[in-house]
């Protein structure tokens, strides 16, 4: 990442609540906002009106593209999409039952420290970790003194963002869960990356 004289502000955000064609099974599916999502995101985007957002930013998945795309129509700014921000996939294990706790195992392991695990046929921990940095570090390249949000996803922000960061411990995210459009704001210039705000709660039902 080139040198910021000014930080950017990235305000990164878990996509409004989604509908999935298979609910109750793993999937790398993109899924759709629901009316609940739609409300969220709006919500979100009506209350960063006077913050002055240069531009929204989200992953390939449709249910980040579509949350996308509706904040940056009340917004009034520009819509992308771009490689590296998608949730982890879960490979292999595509069509098991949410409860299967393989998937759920993986996670833990990341979180715990233990990035060689990874979903069969899927990325591992060190690669999630390694795009997430790319495509970020692209966008504040992009946005040097400007405020940008970015919608992404529960799993993929938990692990990654807490490792980005120098002043925050990497298993931040291990009790404190992210919910749907409410944005962890992060400070990326030449010196690092920090942690300003996290959303988190202790309520895992809201992932």
């Not at 393989?102 to 899927?122: H, K, M, S, T």
Request: aromatic share 6%; with cysteine; glycine share 10%.
């Amino acid at each position: 990442m080139s040198d910021l004289h000014c930080p950017a502000t990235l305000l990164v955000a878990r996509h409004g609540a989604a509908g999935y064609p298979r609910p109750g099974l793993l999937s790398d599916d993109g899924g759709w906002l629901t009316d609940a999502g739609r409300g969220q995101v709006r919500s979100l985007a009506e209350g960063l009106r006077t913050s002055r957002v240069a531009a929204v930013y989200s992953s390939t998945m449709r249910r980040a593209v579509e949350s996308a795309e509706l904040a940056a129509e009340v917004l009034s700014v520009r819509a992308l999409s771009i490689e590296g921000l998608q949730e982890f996939s879960v490979g292999e294990l595509a069509g098991a039952e949410v409860a299967d706790r393989r998937a759920q195992d993986v996670f833990d392991a990341w979180l715990a420290g233990d990035l060689d695990a990874g979903c069969p046929g899927a990325e591992n921990g060190h690669a999630l970790v390694s795009r997430y940095r790319e495509a970020l570090e692209g966008i504040a390249d992009l946005h040097r003194g400007e405020s940008v949000l970015v919608f992404s996803h529960g799993g993929v922000m938990s692990l990654a963002i807490p490792r980005l960061a120098y002043n925050v411990r990497n298993d931040l995210a291990a009790q404190r869960f992210l919910p749907h459009c409410e944005p962890a704001e992060l400070a990326v210039d030449g010196d690092g990356w920090r942690v300003r705000s996290w959303p988190g709660v202790t309520d895992p039902a809201v992932v």
